[in-house]
């Protein structure tokens, strides 16, 4: 079973639209971690975010949110008034205990 | 910001030759991973390091992978005999901690093309 699911395989979207990657993930622990991780064409990770399984509140940075559902295991990510910059392979991840999971990634692109 | 460097950024190799990917991970980490992205499809956890010696290892990572710190800063990946199937992005990661809430910073990457 899949620890991590990104069931959308690729999104396209138009410049300014507002666009959100769904997150599910799987796991008996209580403490665990979630993450996501961008990679550009250039094909680096870059880290995102973090959130810890005890801390629902969403967040905001920018143009970026993220929405924790624990009720649905759900840690979605969306993109308001997208660029052309934010084309990109998103990954979703897992950490529990010492094991980190990837996604299968949601493949972003952002027509001008 | 500090980061996490590789080399080479591209390596071509025929099939059967020995491979060796180069890290330098951030200079205060303690916890040293590599990862392996196959074209197309998610990262995957191949090894973790620790205290000089390998701290948990993926089914991935059979006998012909081998990794080593040799002088306290660079972190290698060796692949002794590498197969067309080894073709991938490989990806070195450095964390300051070993808990789960660990954040990975990731390198560039180094991809190896086996011919």
């Known amino acids: 079973a899949q620890k991590v699911t990104q069931a959308q395989t690729e999104i396209s979207v138009v410049e300014k639209e507002d666009v959100t990657l769904d997150c599910v993930y799987e796991t008996r622990d209580t403490t665990y971690y979630l993450f996501w991780y961008k990679q550009p064409p250039s094909g680096e990770l870059v880290f995102l975010i973090r959130?810890?399984?005890?801390?629902?509140q969403n967040e905001i940075s920018g143009r970026y949110s993220w929405n924790f559902q624990k009720s649905t295991s759900s840690f979605n990510f969306t993109i308001t008034a997208s660029q052309v910059v934010d084309s990109a392979v998103y990954f979703c991840a897992l950490s529990e205990g010492n094991q980190f999971y990837f996604g299968t990634g949601t493949s972003l692109t952002v027509i001008p | 910001e500090p980061e996490v460097t590789q080399t080479p950024s591209h390596q071509v190799t025929q099939m059967g030759q020995e491979v060796i990917l180069r890290c330098v991970p951030i200079s205060n980490h303690l916890y040293f991973y590599w990862y392996r992205q196959i074209l197309g499809q998610k990262v995957e956890f191949l090894v973790s390091f620790y205290n000089n010696e390998i701290s948990e290892k993926s089914e991935i990572f059979d006998d012909q992978f081998s990794v080593e710190r040799p002088d306290g800063s660079n972190f290698t990946l060796k692949i002794r005999s590498t197969k067309l199937e080894d073709s991938a992005m490989y990806f070195c990661?450095?964390?300051?901690?070993?808990?789960?809430?660990?954040?990975?910073?990731f390198g560039a990457g180094s991809r190896l093309t086996v011919l």
């Open positions: 959130r810890n399984s005890f801390d629902e």
């Open positions: 990661a450095s964390s300051l901690q070993r808990s789960g809430a660990n954040v990975l910073t």
